[in-house]
Nanobody, 129 residues
Framework: QVDLVESGGALAQAGDSLKLSCTASGRTFSDYAMGWFRQAPGKEREGVSC????????DFADSVKGRFTISRDNAKNTVYLQMNSLKPEDTAVYYCAADPTGWGACSVWSMMGYSMDYWGKGTLVTVSS
């Protein structure tokens, strides 16, 4: 079992930046690909970004490409989502998730969430126009 706790969600204005953090329990964090997802009211969950366990490879949804970056600090068991140039359509609850499959790489399955077995409870990001 892996416990994930997100933080950093806030009320922001369009054009602002926010940095989300997700800290994981356990000693196997460095083996997991990690992802950020979001869900807006009335919409399906969307994969935002995924980062591999160790080589820095990352994927981004087209809607955030060029604005968001993902990073991780394995020594701190933490993954980050840096969000720049925020738009009102970024408003959502943001969740982090961990892929414990062992291969440590992001895939289409990662971005859809199907290989993410552990999820945090979410942190709310609200962006006003």
């Amino acid at each position: 079992q892996v416990d994930l706790v997100e933080s950093g969600g806030a009320l922001a204005q369009a054009g602002d930046s926010l940095k989300l953090s997700c800290t994981a329990s356990g000693r196997t964090f460095s083996d997991y690909a990690m992802g950020w997802f979001r869900q807006a009211p009335g919409k399906e969950r969307e994969g935002v970004s995924c980062i591999s366990a160790s080589d820095g490879s990352a994927d981004f949804a087209d809607s955030v490409k060029g604005r968001f970056t993902i990073s991780r600090d394995n020594a701190k068991n933490t993954v980050y989502l840096q969000m720049n140039s925020l738009k009102p359509e970024d408003t959502a609850v943001y969740y982090c998730a961990a892929d414990p499959t062992g291969w440590g790489a992001c895939s289409v399955w990662s971005m859809m969430g199907y290989s993410m077995d552990y999820w945090g409870k979410g942190t709310l990001v609200t962006v006003s126009s």
